[in-house]
């Protein structure tokens, strides 16, 4: 299996010509991997030798249930206090160098590959294990407690570990690296890796209520975004409202693969007066 991509930072010379991918609609949004620059990066308050891209937050009329940063943390950097909102669960995928990770007291080595699960309540720290830069995905939504079901479980694997399902009648062009049986109730959300073997394609634009990110770990695709074909590659970010209208078609000459976050398994809260 090849690598995942991760931003080197930096930023681009003053030779060169702008031919930007970046696009946001009303429907989705296009972060292309040239956008992923120094002058764009943040901190964190009680992390060390940290900084992040913040590529997804809520935005109110957009995409609401999740944020999601790209992480580089340096040497004997991280965090013995992560997260400072209650209520929040997180997944965390790691795609190079080494993640010393705490879950109530277990410790836990990940390499690339490396996912974690960290439930509400869960007393959790991360450290950078090497000398050399760790590289994370940290997604972040807000727990949707439903009555009789109880709280997942912290949980720690690798996508290594995990073989891939291949969608009904696609010969394994389409397979998904599920992290998490669909079936489980007390998720309220999936943080999938989609595979697109060469020519493999979404033969239908997938049309519904979930929100999508969507990072691209490797290869190139032509993607279909509301009313908008896109051509994507390694390391661009897919940012998708609900009901966005979403098709693909993986047009390079090696595999596709993208990490993918969506919203699943409760009820539509209902607002305005009467839902209050």
Known sequence: MSGYYTPPGGLPPQSA???GRAVFTEAYAVIPKGCFSDIVTSYLPGWEATKLWLIARPMSGFSE???QYVMEVGADGGS???ETEKGVEHVLFVTEGAMWLSLDGQEHELAAG?????PVGCEWRVKNGADTALRFHWLRKRYEPAPGIALPEAFVTNEREIAPVAMPETQGRWATTRFVD???LRHDMHVNIVTFQPGGLIPFEETHVMEHGLYVLEGKAVYKLNRDWVEV?????????AYCPQACYAAGPGPFRYLLYKDVNRHARLGGVLGR
């Open 17 to 19: 010509l702008m031919t």
């Open 80 to 82: 013995d206090a992560p």
């Open 233 to 241: 590659e390694a390391g661009d970010f897919m940012w998708l409202r």
């Open 182 to 184: 669909p079936a489980d």
């Open 114 to 118: 490396g996912y974690a699960y960290i």
């Open 65 to 67: 249930t999740f944020s």
